[in-house]
């Protein structure tokens, strides 16, 4: 039983006259991990934007084609953006922590989003930090400057700080390209859990990474979505030359 | 093969020569460097040594007395400190909304280049013509129409406080302006994004993200700019500095059964910077009034070198959160 939460028709992307997408279809499935593999460059990150229209905030971004989530399309005129993120959370490449205390950062979404009672934000943080796996760490001193944890505290926090705003969907952006192994497996472990509340898209340079913590896994290139299929087909048996040869290293 | 045809040698010669280059130009160099600061810790030495002279309590509170011989400055402390208050309530809210506007919403076209142009532009000219710009339109036009429309008979449109600190807001709003504005831009571009990533709107990022962070910043600029506004004197010349005031700009608001004391924006007024000219050049006697002169400008300097210390410390937090930011 798969459902489709994330629906993608003919999307093509343009940044001023560089073309980043090119005419990507692809259907992506509710509680599952999505990776998204390809050389730098291929438009992963570009694709990751467009579904929470973190890409409009750039300077000459046009699009074609749609992005439906649970069927509507959130290029809609009537759709609100800042809603749509609340919607569709995000975590970035690099840790992008407020200078502010732990406290105020993990706080900050519930308060912009209208939560009153002191008491909801502690349980929803503490919720989201055990989840993040970085409760343990920091529960004795949320006062402290965030920016003093280290860089994969830091990113455990940016993860929790994005599961505060309760959202349906998860895009990632190489969430652990800057970690040391044991920060990464703590990551990878807990995008594992957290695919049975939330949908997942991870984009990531490291394809043994895309094999173990994804369902499905797309393989772009050159602004073209070459192969998607289920993680196991694509890495034992891809169906695509060029799959092939960038997972077997002969590009890339 | 020969890079070139210098040879160890001719190194050894060009060393010396540069060598003597260097010692001249680096002797130069440091000759300047320490004369301009030989020149204000001498000018500032004198004040020092002569100011503190003559400064006491009663130098700082009390009237000029004796044709201006005698007594303290008071009213000029009092008058200088009410001016800056209403000026910083004139130019700070509007300097930083502009700031804003101007750095985070108006887009990058033709009409909004040449406003960051003009305004760029306005810090540049002479302050003696924002006087007149103030006494034209704040006084004449806007004080003179509000009287003749009101018939409120000479209420407004005569040069007073709140006409010049009206003036000295519009004087220094372009530095405001463009403080703040490079203090906003300086915030990385990864925090707004991370803010609106988390469904805020872009007021809300502005307001809990961008301005905190670039408070210190804008602090900096705010705070310079009062102490430019604090030591000007030309503008005030049209706009209601008094030569001598028998009593301070303070009128008696009635309430019916009791009455408040109150200052009065619309009086004449005494200022620090406009009470050391007039000793020195239009008093009756100016070497007797020297240690007064002396008094004052120590008073003065010490308003100034106070408010640009604090806007040291506060560029020092901002560098530090800026540089914490950067460094993840």
């Keep these: 039983m798969r459902k489709v939460k994330i629906k993608v028709n003919e999307l093509s992307v343009f940044f001023n006259f560089l073309q980043a997408l090119n005419r990507v279809s692809i259907e992506i499935y509710g509680n599952k991990v999505t990776a998204i593999i390809g050389p730098s460059g291929c438009g992963k990150t570009s694709f990751l934007r467009t579904i929470n229209r973190m890409n409009e905030l750039i300077i000459g971004f046009r699009k074609k084609g749609e992005v439906l989530i649970d069927n509507i399309n959130i290029y809609n005129n009537n759709i609100d953006v800042v809603n749509l993120r609340r919607l569709v959370g995000m975590v970035f490449q690099s840790s992008n922590l407020f200078p502010k205390s732990i406290y105020e950062n993990l706080a900050f979404a519930p308060k912009i989003h209208g939560i009153k009672d002191q008491k909801i934000i502690d349980e929803l943080i503490e919720e989201t930090c055990t989840k993040a796996a970085i409760w343990e760490e920091i529960k004795d001193r949320l006062e402290v400057n965030a920016l003093t944890l280290s860089a994969g505290q830091q990113q455990r926090l940016c993860i929790a700080r994005a599961l505060t705003i309760q959202p349906d969907i998860l895009l990632m952006d190489e969430p652990a390209s800057m970690l040391d192994p044991i920060s990464t497996a703590k990551i990878e472990e807990l995008i594992f859990d957290l695919k049975k509340k939330y949908t997942i898209i991870v984009v990531t340079h490291n394809m043994q990474q895309a094999a173990r913590i994804s369902d499905f896994t797309a393989f772009f290139y050159l602004g073209q979505l070459v192969e998607y299929d289920k993680t196991t087909k694509l890495f034992t048996n891809p169906s695509n030359k060029q799959t092939e040869d960038y997972l077997t290293g002969r590009f890339g | ?328």
Aim: proline share 5%.
């Design chain 2, 1 to 328: 093969m020969k890079m070139t045809d210098i040879d160890i040698k001719s190194l050894i010669k060009n060393r010396k020569k540069t060598d003597l280059q260097t010692m001249i130009s680096m002797f130069l160099i440091k000759f300047f460097t320490y004369s301009i600061v030989a020149v204000l810790f001498l000018i500032l030495g004198k004040i020092v040594y002569e100011g503190s002279a003559v400064i006491n309590r009663q130098f700082l509170t009390s009237a000029p007395q004796n044709n201006m011989t005698e007594g303290g400055i008071g009213p000029a402390i009092f008058g200088t400190l009410v001016v800056v208050f209403l000026m910083i309530l004139f130019a700070v809210p509007v300097g930083i909304f502009a700031a804003i506007y101007m750095s985070e919403y108006a887009k990058d076209n033709v009409f909004n280049r040449i406003l960051r142009v003009t305004v760029n532009n306005l810090a540049g000219v002479p302050s003696i013509v924002f006087g007149l710009f103030g006494l034209g339109f704040f006084v004449l036009f806007i004080g003179r129409g509000y009287d003749s429309i009101f018939g409120a008979g000479l209420f407004l449109g005569k040069p007073a406080m709140l006409w010049a600190s009206a003036t000295l807001a519009i004087l220094v709003l372009p530095t405001i302006i463009v403080s703040s504005i490079e203090a906003l831009r300086a915030v990385p571009r990864n925090q707004r994004i991370a803010s609106l990533g988390l469904g805020a709107s872009k007021w809300q990022t502005i307001k809990n993200v961008v301005l905190p962070q670039a408070r210190p910043g804008i602090l900096t600029g705010v705070i310079l700019s009062i102490s430019r506004g604090a030591g000007e004197t030309a503008p005030l010349l049209f706009l209601g500095c008094a030569f001598f005031l028998p009593q301070l700009p303070v009128g008696y608001l009635d309430l019916g059964l009791f009455s408040i004391p109150m200052i009065n924006p619309a009086e004449q007024f005494m200022y620090l910077s406009y009470h050391i000219f007039i000793l020195a050049t239009q008093s009756t006697n100016p070497t007797i009034t020297m240690p007064i002169q002396y008094g004052t400008t120590m008073v003065l300097i010490s308003i100034v070198i106070l408010l640009n210390l604090t806007a040291v410390i506060f560029r020092y937090k901002f560098r530090q959160t800026m540089n914490e930011i950067k460094r993840v």
